[in-house]
């Protein structure tokens, strides 16, 4: 099937063909782990996610892939607060965050490799750029040489001259020209953590690491890079002029960005105070609400965050999953109903086409809602096994390809239900004991322990949960 994604360095989609029809080469800058990410943060996580999920579902075999910055200014200010080592702070973080993303439902990445144990290659890669002549040394300090790179602004189309007039001058005055950036620098006693290099004791500048990294792991030009729009310029910039200059070869064919998710009309960040971590909002909510509502956008698409988008995604994914129980439970007839059997096959392909679109998760959502709305209005009456094989197909596929069709359909209304209450605020401390005793309901009613399926019963009553057994062995629940 033909893909096609939209290219940031030509500003127009193109069709995605790998280097190696075999393998896709995919890099996505990862996060800084000096703290809890934020729900911005996971836009960019999840929409990497659903690259690789796509790509892998269209059938091609994908290597993603995504760092951990563990060496920066924030998690050496971090470690200093705390009186521990940056590496057990950012340790910590990454953590965290590998929790974060599993909550997310988020396939593992083929590597996740961190800045501080790739040091020799981007040490290399740093003598490569001064052997070339795009770099040089100034007191313990390497910078890039940024006239030299003639293609320098390719990515995100700045326009040199007028950069070199925008930046002010460095304060030390180190630099040849102001829009030099920096490669190494050195460490200052108090930072606690450093590196022997040619030019000193120190560390690397943020931007070597990701040309550094992508070429330990993918190679020397890679098919697909990502990240937030923020890190057009100056971050992707640098690094093609990094990576160019050092291989001299093209560094990555196509450049894909996620727009950002805003808060108001503010976007999120730290430094606005206007954060919703991951962790609280799955907490009070879930990870598949959040993915849900990041991907209910299209990811060159601004995101609104307002407690409508939550609302709305419990809906639609209590749609999804009320359908996907009758979808488990129907009991076929030996019927002829090849005209509605060929429509579903119709809507499985266009929602393969929708999704090597560009990755357009909503048109590809609607197509799979008028295949629930069908089976909705079908299950009623007599229905094929071909024709439930075919609904099937269409979940499993959403399943595999966007991460937002779930497995284990019950569990997920059990997690909306308690969504629901956080959303009127009229949570209780009782939720997670209500949750753990639906769970062991389920299986002590499987294996027939009715002595104990009644005691949970009362239990629940006594929290005042009303349970009602379906007759296709499903239960529904809610607070009474
Ligand atoms: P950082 O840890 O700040 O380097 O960010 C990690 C990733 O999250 C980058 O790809 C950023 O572009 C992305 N990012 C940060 N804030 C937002 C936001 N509010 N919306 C979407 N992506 C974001
Ligand atoms: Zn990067």
């Known amino acids: 099937m033909e893909i096609k994604v939209f290219n940031n360095l030509t500003r127009q989609k193109e069709i995605f063909k790998p280097i190696d029809p075999n393998i896709v ?70 953590r965290e965050c590998a929790i974060d993303m599993e909550c997310l439902g988020m396939l593992p990445a083929t590597v996740t490799p961190t800045v501080s144990e790739s040091m020799p290659e981007i040490i290399s890669m740093i003598e490569e750029l001064i052997k070339n002549g795009y770099a040089y040394v100034v007191n313990g300090e390497v910078y890039y040489d940024v006239p030299k790179f003639k293609e320098y602004g ?46 000193g004791k120190g560390r690397p500048g943020w931007h070597i690491e990701c040309s550094a990294m992508a070429r330990k792991h993918l190679g020397k030009t890679i098919d697909l890079h990502h990240g937030g729009v923020d890190l057009i310029f100056p971050h992707h910039e640098n690094e093609i002029a990094q990576s160019e200059a050092a291989n001299g070869c093209p560094f990555c064919h196509n450049w894909a960005h996620n727009e950002f998710l805003n808060f108001g009309s503010e976007k999120m960040s730290k430094s606005l105070g206007n954060v919703v971590t991951i962790r609280a909002f799955t907490e009070s909510f879930s990870g598949a609400i959040l993915r849900h509502i990041l991907l209910a956008v299209h990811y060159r698409s601004k995101l609104d965050w307002t407690e409508d988008s939550i609302s709305k ?6 749609r999804i999953h009320d359908c996907a129980l009758l979808v488990a439970n129907a009991i076929p007839k030996d019927i002829d109903d090849h005209t509605e059997v060929e429509s579903v096959k119709n809507s499985f392909k266009v929602m393969q086409e929708e999704l090597a679109n560009d990755f357009n998760v909503p048109a590809a959502m609607g197509t799979f809602f008028g295949v629930i709305k069908d089976f909705n209005r079908r299950v009623t009456g007599d229905i094929s096994k071909s024709y439930i ?30 969504a629901r209450k956080h959303l009127s605020g009229t949570s209780s401390d009782n939720d997670e004991e209500v949750l753990l005793l639906l769970e062991e309901r389920k299986v002590v009613r499987a294996t027939k322990n009715y002595k104990r399926s009644d005691e949970i019963r009362n239990r629940l009553n006594e929290l005042g949960v009303v349970v009602k057994d379906n007759p296709d062995a499903t239960a529904t629940w809610s607070y009474k």
């Open 154 to 199: 390719k990515l995100s189309k700045v326009v040199l001259e007028s950069l070199q007039h925008g930046i002010r001058v460095d304060v030390d005055g180190q630099k040849k020209n102001p829009s030099d950036f920096v490669l190494w620098k050195p460490a200052k006693p108090e930072e606690g953590w450093s590196w022997d290099s040619p030019w």
């Open 25 to 94: 080469l995919f890099y996505s800058c990862g996060p800084t782990t000096y703290n809890f990410l934020h729900v911005g943060n996971a836009r960019a996580l999840v929409v990497a996610d659903l690259f690789h999920r796509t790509l892998k579902s269209l059938g091609l075999n994908v290597k993603f892939v995504r760092n951990y910055t563990d060496v920066d200014d924030k998690i050496l200010e971090a470690a200093k607060q705390r009186g521990i080592h940056p590496k057990v702070h950012a340790d910590e973080f990454i």
């Open 313 to 318: 995604a419990i809906g639609e994914i209590a």
């Open 389 to 418: 094989d075919e609904v099937k197909k269409c979940f499993n596929f959403m399943r595999d390809a966007t991460g937002l069709v779930h497995d284990h359909a019950d569990t997920i209304l059990v997690e909306l239900n308690v």
